[in-house]
C-alpha cells in the first residue's frame, strides 16, 4: 500500500525545462526513458512527465511514453532503493491523472517476464487486456555512418 505522501525530503511534481539536467544525471541504463522524446530537453519541456525528487537528483519518473490520439502509453523507471519504495506509483497516479485530463486513455505495456513493471501497472489500477508475443530475428539493425560502409 502506498504511502499517504513521499517520505521526507522528497517531492513529487511535474518536469519542467529546468529539469533536462537531473535527465541527464540518471543511470545509463535508465536513459531509455527520454529517448521516443528526443532526449532529456524535450522530455522535460513535453509536459508529459511526473518525478520524484530527493533534493535535486531525480529518483523516479513516469512519463508517456508513446503518445497516440486516444492512447497515450506510460513508461517509468526508478533507482533502485527500498526506502524509494511507492515513489513510482506517486509519479505513475500523477501521470495518469494528467493524461485524463488531456482527454486520453492511459495504457500500459510492458514484457509478460517483467514482474516488476507488471505489478506497478496493477497497483495503479491497470488490468490486462490481452497478451502478445514479440518475435525479431537477426542482429540489430546498424545505424549511422558506419552503417553505410
Same mark, same amino acid.
Given at each position: 500500500?502506498?504511502?499517504?505522501?513521499?517520505? &521526507?525530503?522528497?517531492?513529487?511534481?511535474?518536469?519542467? =525545462?529546468?529539469?533536462?539536467?537531473?535527465?541527464?544525471?540518471?543511470?545509463? =541504463?535508465?536513459?531509455?526513458?527520454? *529517448?521516443?522524446?528526443?532526449?532529456?530537453? $524535450?522530455? =522535460?519541456?513535453?509536459?508529459? $512527465?511526473?518525478?520524484?525528487?530527493?533534493?535535486?537528483?531525480?529518483?523516479?519518473?513516469?512519463?508517456?511514453?508513446?503518445?497516440?490520439?486516444?492512447?497515450?502509453?506510460?513508461?517509468?523507471?526508478?533507482?533502485?532503493?527500498?526506502?524509494?519504495?511507492?515513489?513510482?506509483?506517486?509519479?505513475?497516479?500523477?501521470?495518469?491523472?494528467?493524461?485524463?485530463?488531456?482527454?486520453?486513455?492511459?495504457?500500459?505495456?510492458?514484457?509478460?517476464?517483467? *514482474?516488476? &513493471?507488471?505489478?506497478?501497472?496493477?497497483? =495503479?489500477?491497470?488490468?490486462?487486456?490481452?497478451?502478445?508475443?514479440?518475435?525479431?530475428?537477426?542482429?540489430?539493425?546498424?545505424? &549511422?555512418?558506419?552503417?553505410?560502409?
Amino acid at each position: 500500500m502506498p504511502a499517504a505522501r513521499p517520505p &521526507g525530503g522528497v517531492t513529487v511534481r511535474r518536469l519542467t =525545462a529546468r529539469d533536462a539536467r537531473a535527465l541527464t544525471t540518471l543511470p545509463p =541504463a535508465m536513459s531509455w526513458i527520454h *529517448r521516443t522524446w528526443g532526449g532529456p530537453e $524535450a522530455l =522535460a519541456r513535453s509536459g508529459c $512527465a511526473w518525478a520524484a525528487f530527493q533534493g535535486d537528483r531525480i529518483v523516479a519518473v513516469a512519463c508517456t511514453y508513446f503518445l497516440g490520439t486516444t492512447y497515450e502509453d506510460v513508461a517509468c523507471v526508478t533507482v533502485p532503493d527500498p526506502r524509494l519504495q511507492y515513489l513510482a506509483l506517486d509519479c505513475v497516479d500523477a501521470l495518469c491523472a494528467d493524461m485524463a485530463a488531456r482527454g486520453h486513455t492511459p495504457s500500459w505495456t510492458c514484457s509478460t517476464s517483467n *514482474r516488476p &513493471g507488471r505489478l506497478l501497472a496493477w497497483t =495503479a489500477g491497470f488490468r490486462p487486456e490481452r497478451e502478445y508475443a514479440h518475435y525479431a530475428v537477426g542482429a540489430p539493425a546498424a545505424t &549511422g555512418r558506419a552503417a553505410a560502409g
